[in-house]
């Protein structure tokens, strides 16, 4: 099962998710937080189709069945490397989708599963949205965004700022 490109492996003790085969799967009081969202092709929006994903918030990107994108018309644009849980490398082709859900549009960037690759949304699509987990209700809900302006940009101001790279 591919783990679309996951932010960190679980921790000992960790709580807010079950974890399976390395997935951090979001769950409500009834079972994993689901979302319906409509999937489109950028350049040709009157084809679209509604899919059930799974919310994801460990992984980085969406997964969408190769035969849901392709009946849409979207294609592979460049390949990537992804790594299953037990450390086994695999490629993927990945594209761009328009997903819209509860109100908000975005386009993302969207992995073409494979038979044994989860549906899920990734939180890059869910922050995309404007969307976020609820970590009490488990709910997805419209996020609270912040906007950095209005700064000074003195050398005194700008050291404040931290540019590490790793």
Do not use: C, W
């Amino acid at each position: 099962m591919l783990a679309a490109g996951r932010n960190h492996e679980p921790r000992p003790g960790e709580m807010g998710g079950l974890y399976i085969l390395g997935l951090r799967l979001v769950r409500g009081s009834m079972g994993f937080t689901k979302v319906k969202v409509r999937i489109s092709d950028p350049e040709r929006r009157e084809l679209a189709e509604d899919v059930e994903l799974i919310v994801d918030t460990g992984a980085v990107y969406t997964i969408i069945p190769r035969e849901t994108l392709e009946r849409l018309g979207i294609r592979g644009r460049s390949r990537r490397r992804f790594y299953k849980v037990s450390k086994q490398a695999i490629e993927r082709d990945v594209g761009i989708a328009v997903v819209e859900a509860m109100g908000s549009e975005a386009g993302t960037t969207v992995i073409l599963g494979e038979t044994g690759d989860m549906p899920l949304l990734g939180v890059t699509a869910l922050g995309e949205l404007g969307l976020e987990v609820d970590p009490v209700t488990r709910q997805i809900k419209p996020a609270t965004l912040f906007l950095l302006r209005d700064i000074e940009t003195t050398p005194a101001h700008l050291s404040a700022i931290s540019t590490t790279t790793s």
